[in-house]
Protein backbone atom coordinates (compact mmCIF):
# COMPACT_ATOMS: atom_id res chain seq x y z
CA UNK A 1 0.00 0.00 0.00
CA UNK A 2 1.27 3.24 -0.68
CA UNK A 3 2.51 5.41 2.38
CA UNK A 4 3.32 8.91 2.62
CA UNK A 5 7.04 9.55 3.64
CA UNK A 6 8.97 12.00 5.32
CA UNK A 7 12.66 11.75 5.30
CA UNK A 8 14.77 14.49 7.17
CA UNK A 9 18.13 15.03 5.84
CA UNK A 10 16.68 13.57 2.58
CA UNK A 11 19.04 15.55 0.90
CA UNK A 12 22.57 13.74 2.01
CA UNK A 13 24.37 10.60 1.34
CA UNK A 14 22.30 8.24 3.00
CA UNK A 15 18.70 10.32 2.62
CA UNK A 16 18.80 10.57 -1.12
CA UNK A 17 19.55 6.88 -1.24
CA UNK A 18 16.95 6.36 0.98
CA UNK A 19 14.24 8.47 -0.99
CA UNK A 20 15.12 6.76 -3.98
CA UNK A 21 14.33 3.09 -2.49
CA UNK A 22 11.11 4.40 -0.66
CA UNK A 23 10.08 5.59 -3.84
CA UNK A 24 11.10 2.81 -6.17
CA UNK A 25 8.66 0.85 -3.68
CA UNK A 26 5.62 2.84 -4.48
CA UNK A 27 5.34 5.42 -1.64
CA UNK A 28 5.15 9.03 -1.51
CA UNK A 29 8.48 10.86 -0.25
CA UNK A 30 9.11 14.38 1.07
CA UNK A 31 12.17 14.93 1.73
CA UNK A 32 12.90 17.77 4.05
CA UNK A 33 16.62 19.45 4.33
CA UNK A 34 18.34 22.64 5.18
CA UNK A 35 21.30 21.63 2.56
CA UNK A 36 23.76 22.09 5.30
CA UNK A 37 25.75 19.11 4.02
CA UNK A 38 23.09 18.02 1.89
CA UNK A 39 23.40 18.81 -2.20
CA UNK A 40 20.62 19.46 -4.84
CA UNK A 41 22.65 17.12 -7.24
CA UNK A 42 22.01 14.15 -5.13
CA UNK A 43 18.20 14.21 -5.47
CA UNK A 44 18.43 16.45 -8.59
CA UNK A 45 17.04 13.02 -10.70
CA UNK A 46 14.52 12.39 -8.55
CA UNK A 47 12.29 16.41 -9.06
CA UNK A 48 11.00 14.84 -11.80
CA UNK A 49 8.80 12.05 -9.80
CA UNK A 50 5.16 13.26 -9.67
CA UNK A 51 5.74 11.49 -5.90
CA UNK A 52 8.59 13.20 -4.91
CA UNK A 53 8.33 16.18 -2.75
CA UNK A 54 11.66 18.70 -1.56
CA UNK A 55 10.97 21.13 1.00
CA UNK A 56 13.69 23.62 2.43
CA UNK A 57 13.31 23.74 6.13
CA UNK A 58 15.72 23.56 9.47
CA UNK A 59 14.94 20.22 11.93
CA UNK A 60 15.03 22.76 14.48
CA UNK A 61 11.86 24.69 13.83
CA UNK A 62 8.58 22.90 14.20
CA UNK A 63 7.08 21.21 11.19
CA UNK A 64 3.25 20.25 9.76
CA UNK A 65 2.81 17.51 7.97
CA UNK A 66 0.22 14.74 7.52
CA UNK A 67 2.16 11.31 7.06
CA UNK A 68 2.52 7.50 7.80
CA UNK A 69 5.88 7.52 8.41
CA UNK A 70 9.13 10.10 9.44
CA UNK A 71 12.74 8.88 9.28
CA UNK A 72 15.07 11.18 10.94
CA UNK A 73 18.21 11.34 9.85
CA UNK A 74 18.99 15.34 9.29
CA UNK A 75 22.61 15.89 11.30
CA UNK A 76 25.55 16.37 9.68
CA UNK A 77 27.31 13.26 9.93
CA UNK A 78 31.31 13.47 9.05
CA UNK A 79 33.38 15.35 12.27
CA UNK A 80 34.74 18.24 10.32
CA UNK A 81 31.00 19.16 9.15
CA UNK A 82 29.52 18.66 12.72
CA UNK A 83 32.63 20.13 14.53
CA UNK A 84 32.49 23.37 12.07
CA UNK A 85 29.30 24.40 14.30
CA UNK A 86 29.15 22.21 17.33
CA UNK A 87 26.42 24.19 19.04
CA UNK A 88 23.98 23.78 16.32
CA UNK A 89 24.71 20.10 15.53
CA UNK A 90 23.40 19.35 19.29
CA UNK A 91 20.51 21.65 18.54
CA UNK A 92 19.91 19.56 15.11
CA UNK A 93 20.15 16.18 17.27
CA UNK A 94 17.88 17.20 20.20
CA UNK A 95 15.33 19.55 19.10
CA UNK A 96 15.00 18.18 15.80
CA UNK A 97 14.43 14.85 17.61
CA UNK A 98 11.53 16.91 19.68
CA UNK A 99 10.39 18.43 16.45
CA UNK A 100 10.11 15.25 14.74
CA UNK A 101 9.10 13.13 17.67
CA UNK A 102 5.87 15.91 18.28
CA UNK A 103 4.76 15.52 15.15
CA UNK A 104 4.65 12.04 15.15
CA UNK A 105 2.49 12.18 18.29
CA UNK A 106 0.39 14.47 17.30
CA UNK A 107 -0.62 12.60 13.75
CA UNK A 108 0.78 8.82 15.02
CA UNK A 109 2.88 8.20 12.59
CA UNK A 110 5.62 5.65 13.06
CA UNK A 111 9.20 6.80 13.31
CA UNK A 112 12.82 6.01 12.56
CA UNK A 113 15.74 7.48 14.61
CA UNK A 114 19.31 7.59 12.63
CA UNK A 115 21.42 7.11 15.45
CA UNK A 116 25.42 5.77 15.39
CA UNK A 117 27.70 3.50 16.54
CA UNK A 118 29.24 6.86 18.35
CA UNK A 119 26.84 6.32 21.22
CA UNK A 120 29.64 3.60 22.41
CA UNK A 121 32.16 6.36 21.85
CA UNK A 122 35.78 4.76 22.05
CA UNK A 123 34.34 1.68 23.13
CA UNK A 124 35.48 -0.95 26.21
CA UNK A 125 33.47 -3.82 24.40
CA UNK A 126 34.15 -5.18 21.06
CA UNK A 127 32.40 -5.83 19.27
CA UNK A 128 29.73 -3.85 20.42
CA UNK A 129 26.47 -5.14 21.41
CA UNK A 130 22.92 -2.96 21.52
CA UNK A 131 23.10 -3.88 25.57
CA UNK A 132 26.63 -1.47 25.89
CA UNK A 133 26.17 1.63 27.40
CA UNK A 134 29.35 3.48 25.68
CA UNK A 135 32.54 5.15 26.83
CA UNK A 136 31.74 8.77 25.92
CA UNK A 137 33.69 11.91 26.75
CA UNK A 138 30.93 14.54 27.60
CA UNK A 139 33.02 17.32 26.87
CA UNK A 140 35.55 16.62 23.87
CA UNK A 141 35.17 17.52 20.59
CA UNK A 142 32.81 14.65 19.56
CA UNK A 143 30.82 15.45 21.72
CA UNK A 144 28.18 17.73 20.08
CA UNK A 145 27.40 14.79 18.12
CA UNK A 146 28.07 11.96 20.10
CA UNK A 147 26.17 13.41 23.11
CA UNK A 148 23.41 14.95 20.91
CA UNK A 149 22.39 11.43 19.42
CA UNK A 150 22.13 10.20 22.88
CA UNK A 151 19.71 12.56 23.80
CA UNK A 152 17.95 11.79 21.14
CA UNK A 153 17.70 8.00 21.56
CA UNK A 154 16.52 9.23 25.44
CA UNK A 155 14.04 11.80 23.88
CA UNK A 156 12.65 8.77 21.52
CA UNK A 157 12.38 6.29 24.42
CA UNK A 158 10.68 8.76 26.64
CA UNK A 159 8.72 9.96 23.89
CA UNK A 160 7.53 6.16 23.54
CA UNK A 161 6.96 5.26 27.17
CA UNK A 162 5.24 8.27 27.77
CA UNK A 163 3.42 9.20 24.87
CA UNK A 164 3.03 5.62 22.76
CA UNK A 165 4.97 7.01 19.83
CA UNK A 166 5.55 4.24 17.83
CA UNK A 167 9.48 4.43 17.52
CA UNK A 168 12.49 2.50 15.72
CA UNK A 169 16.26 3.40 16.97
CA UNK A 170 18.72 2.28 14.77
CA UNK A 171 22.59 2.44 15.28
CA UNK A 172 24.36 2.87 11.94
CA UNK A 173 27.80 1.96 11.80
CA UNK A 174 30.55 3.54 9.03
CA UNK A 175 28.85 3.87 6.01
CA UNK A 176 30.19 4.71 2.64
CA UNK A 177 29.38 4.49 -0.91
CA UNK A 178 28.43 6.86 -4.33
CA UNK A 179 26.82 10.46 -2.63
CA UNK A 180 29.55 10.95 -0.25
CA UNK A 181 30.38 14.29 0.21
CA UNK A 182 33.81 14.53 -1.63
CA UNK A 183 35.17 17.01 0.92
CA UNK A 184 33.65 15.72 4.15
CA UNK A 185 36.69 14.44 5.71
CA UNK A 186 35.60 10.64 5.94
CA UNK A 187 38.14 8.59 5.39
CA UNK A 188 36.74 6.71 2.14
CA UNK A 189 35.50 10.06 0.65
CA UNK A 190 39.19 11.56 1.69
CA UNK A 191 41.49 8.30 0.63
CA UNK A 192 39.71 7.97 -2.33
CA UNK A 193 39.61 11.87 -3.59
CA UNK A 194 43.50 11.74 -2.80
CA UNK A 195 44.25 8.42 -4.54
CA UNK A 196 42.45 9.47 -8.04
CA UNK A 197 44.62 12.52 -7.78
CA UNK A 198 48.05 10.69 -6.86
CA UNK A 199 47.90 13.12 -3.43
CA UNK A 200 49.16 12.00 -0.28
CA UNK A 201 46.88 9.42 1.56
CA UNK A 202 46.48 10.97 4.94
CA UNK A 203 46.80 8.45 7.72
CA UNK A 204 45.15 9.60 11.07
CA UNK A 205 47.89 8.01 13.71
CA UNK A 206 49.23 4.75 12.63
CA UNK A 207 46.57 3.59 10.94
CA UNK A 208 46.00 0.71 13.23
CA UNK A 209 42.67 1.82 14.12
CA UNK A 210 39.47 -0.19 12.97
CA UNK A 211 36.62 0.46 11.32
CA UNK A 212 33.92 -1.52 9.91
CA UNK A 213 32.50 -0.11 6.51
CA UNK A 214 29.37 -0.80 5.49
CA UNK A 215 28.17 -0.32 1.83
CA UNK A 216 25.29 2.25 1.62
CA UNK A 217 23.04 0.00 -0.49
CA UNK A 218 22.95 -3.00 2.33
CA UNK A 219 22.69 -0.09 5.03
CA UNK A 220 19.42 1.36 3.18
CA UNK A 221 17.74 -1.80 3.51
CA UNK A 222 18.16 -2.46 6.73
CA UNK A 223 16.55 0.86 7.97
CA UNK A 224 13.43 0.17 5.43
CA UNK A 225 13.31 -3.54 6.45
CA UNK A 226 13.76 -1.77 10.37
CA UNK A 227 11.03 0.71 9.97
CA UNK A 228 8.81 -2.22 8.05
CA UNK A 229 8.99 -4.64 11.71
CA UNK A 230 5.94 -4.85 14.00
CA UNK A 231 5.35 -1.86 16.41
CA UNK A 232 6.75 -3.66 19.53
CA UNK A 233 10.16 -3.90 18.31
CA UNK A 234 11.55 -0.42 19.01
CA UNK A 235 15.35 -1.51 18.95
CA UNK A 236 17.96 0.14 19.46
CA UNK A 237 19.72 -2.50 16.62
CA UNK A 238 22.98 -2.27 15.09
CA UNK A 239 23.26 -1.91 11.26
CA UNK A 240 26.30 -2.15 10.13
CA UNK A 241 29.24 -4.53 8.53
CA UNK A 242 30.70 -6.69 10.95
CA UNK A 243 34.10 -7.09 8.91
CA UNK A 244 36.65 -5.39 10.36
CA UNK A 245 39.72 -3.47 8.36
CA UNK A 246 42.60 -0.98 9.84
CA UNK A 247 42.85 2.11 8.43
CA UNK A 248 46.21 1.31 6.99
CA UNK A 249 44.55 -1.79 4.93
CA UNK A 250 41.48 0.57 3.46
CA UNK A 251 44.46 2.86 2.33
CA UNK A 252 46.28 -0.45 0.78
CA UNK A 253 42.93 -1.32 -0.95
CA UNK A 254 42.01 2.08 -2.16
CA UNK A 255 45.51 2.68 -3.57
CA UNK A 256 45.23 -0.80 -5.19
CA UNK A 257 41.94 -0.76 -7.00
CA UNK A 258 42.86 2.85 -8.22
CA UNK A 259 46.24 2.08 -9.68
CA UNK A 260 47.36 5.50 -7.97
CA UNK A 261 50.44 6.59 -7.31
CA UNK A 262 49.99 8.33 -3.70
CA UNK A 263 52.14 7.62 -0.90
CA UNK A 264 50.53 7.16 2.66
CA UNK A 265 51.76 10.00 5.15
CA UNK A 266 51.02 9.89 9.07
CA UNK A 267 49.16 12.64 10.37
CA UNK A 268 48.59 13.14 14.22
CA UNK A 269 45.60 11.42 15.27
CA UNK A 270 42.55 13.91 16.40
CA UNK A 271 41.51 13.56 20.17
CA UNK A 272 39.11 11.00 21.14
CA UNK A 273 39.29 9.08 18.11
CA UNK A 274 38.01 5.32 18.92
CA UNK A 275 40.33 2.68 18.51
CA UNK A 276 37.97 0.21 17.24
CA UNK A 277 34.87 -0.40 15.66
CA UNK A 278 32.86 -3.10 14.85
CA UNK A 279 28.89 -4.07 15.40
CA UNK A 280 27.77 -7.31 16.61
CA UNK A 281 24.71 -7.77 14.47
CA UNK A 282 22.85 -10.99 15.95
CA UNK A 283 19.96 -8.64 16.52
CA UNK A 284 19.57 -7.51 12.89
CA UNK A 285 20.46 -10.99 11.79
CA UNK A 286 17.39 -12.38 14.20
CA UNK A 287 15.17 -9.73 13.96
CA UNK A 288 15.43 -8.40 10.36
CA UNK A 289 16.84 -10.87 8.92
CA UNK A 290 19.16 -8.69 7.29
CA UNK A 291 23.00 -8.82 6.92
CA UNK A 292 25.19 -7.11 4.19
CA UNK A 293 25.90 -8.67 0.95
CA UNK A 294 28.15 -6.52 -0.55
CA UNK A 295 31.95 -6.91 0.02
CA UNK A 296 34.52 -3.83 0.60
CA UNK A 297 36.30 -4.70 -2.54
CA UNK A 298 32.87 -4.18 -4.72
CA UNK A 299 31.60 -1.58 -2.73
CA UNK A 300 34.73 0.78 -3.20
CA UNK A 301 34.76 0.05 -6.51
CA UNK A 302 31.46 1.17 -7.20
CA UNK A 303 32.78 4.50 -5.09
CA UNK A 304 35.75 4.87 -6.96
CA UNK A 305 33.51 5.12 -10.21
CA UNK A 306 31.05 7.65 -8.48
CA UNK A 307 34.49 9.67 -7.22
CA UNK A 308 35.81 9.26 -10.89
CA UNK A 309 32.83 10.74 -12.78
CA UNK A 310 32.30 13.73 -10.30
CA UNK A 311 36.17 14.88 -10.41
CA UNK A 312 36.13 15.14 -14.31
P1 LIG B 1 24.98 13.84 5.37
O1 LIG B 1 25.71 14.97 6.01
O2 LIG B 1 25.28 13.51 3.95
O3 LIG B 1 23.40 14.04 5.48
C1 LIG B 1 22.79 14.78 6.50
C2 LIG B 1 21.69 15.62 5.88
O4 LIG B 1 21.01 16.34 6.92
C3 LIG B 1 22.25 16.67 4.90
O5 LIG B 1 21.50 16.65 3.71
C4 LIG B 1 22.09 17.98 5.65
O6 LIG B 1 21.94 19.09 4.80
C5 LIG B 1 20.86 17.70 6.49
N1 LIG B 1 20.78 18.54 7.69
C6 LIG B 1 21.77 18.78 8.60
N2 LIG B 1 21.31 19.61 9.56
C7 LIG B 1 20.00 19.88 9.25
C8 LIG B 1 19.00 20.67 9.86
N3 LIG B 1 19.24 21.37 10.98
N4 LIG B 1 17.78 20.73 9.27
C9 LIG B 1 17.53 20.04 8.13
N5 LIG B 1 18.44 19.28 7.50
C10 LIG B 1 19.67 19.20 8.07
O7 LIG B 1 25.23 12.57 6.30
P2 LIG B 1 24.79 11.06 6.12
O8 LIG B 1 26.01 10.24 6.13
O9 LIG B 1 23.82 10.91 5.03
O10 LIG B 1 24.06 10.80 7.52
C11 LIG B 1 22.64 10.76 7.63
C12 LIG B 1 22.27 10.39 9.06
O11 LIG B 1 22.80 9.11 9.39
C13 LIG B 1 22.78 11.37 10.11
O12 LIG B 1 21.79 11.56 11.10
C14 LIG B 1 23.98 10.66 10.70
O13 LIG B 1 24.21 11.03 12.03
C15 LIG B 1 23.57 9.20 10.58
N6 LIG B 1 24.74 8.32 10.51
C16 LIG B 1 25.49 8.22 9.36
C17 LIG B 1 26.61 7.40 9.35
C18 LIG B 1 27.45 7.21 8.10
O14 LIG B 1 28.44 6.49 8.15
N7 LIG B 1 27.12 7.78 6.97
C19 LIG B 1 26.99 6.70 10.50
C20 LIG B 1 26.22 6.85 11.65
C21 LIG B 1 25.09 7.65 11.64
N1 LIG C 1 41.05 8.94 9.07
C1 LIG C 1 42.31 8.93 8.52
N2 LIG C 1 42.57 9.78 7.48
C2 LIG C 1 41.63 10.58 6.95
C3 LIG C 1 40.32 10.59 7.50
C4 LIG C 1 40.07 9.75 8.58
O1 LIG C 1 43.20 8.19 8.98
O2 LIG C 1 41.95 11.31 5.98
C5 LIG C 1 40.75 8.02 10.19
C6 LIG C 1 40.12 8.68 11.41
O3 LIG C 1 41.14 9.22 12.26
C7 LIG C 1 39.37 7.53 12.03
C8 LIG C 1 38.94 6.69 10.82
O4 LIG C 1 39.79 7.07 9.75
O5 LIG C 1 40.22 6.77 12.84
C9 LIG C 1 37.50 6.91 10.41
O6 LIG C 1 37.28 8.29 10.29
P1 LIG C 1 35.93 8.92 9.76
O7 LIG C 1 36.07 10.40 9.92
O8 LIG C 1 35.60 8.39 8.43
O9 LIG C 1 34.79 8.36 10.74
P2 LIG C 1 34.65 8.11 12.30
O10 LIG C 1 35.93 8.46 13.01
O11 LIG C 1 33.52 8.99 12.71
O12 LIG C 1 34.35 6.67 12.38
Redesign the pocket.
Known amino acids: MKKRILV?????????HLCEKLLNEGNDVVC????????KE?IVHLLRNPYFEFVR????MPYMIEVDEIY???????PI??QYNGI??I???VM?AINMLGLAKRIKAKILQ?????VYGDPTVHPQTENYWGNVNPIGIRAC?DEG?RCAEALFMNYHNQNDVRIKIM??????GP???PK?G?VVSNFIMQALKDEDITIYGDGNQSRSF?Y?DD?IDGMVKLMNTDDFFIGPVNIGNPIEFKIIELAQLIIKLTGSKSKIVKLPLPQDDPLQRKPDIDIARKVLKWEPKVNLEQGLINTINYFKNIIQ
Open positions: TGGAGFLGSLDNFFTGQNHDVINLACPASHYKTKTSGASTSEYKRIFNTYRMHDRCVL
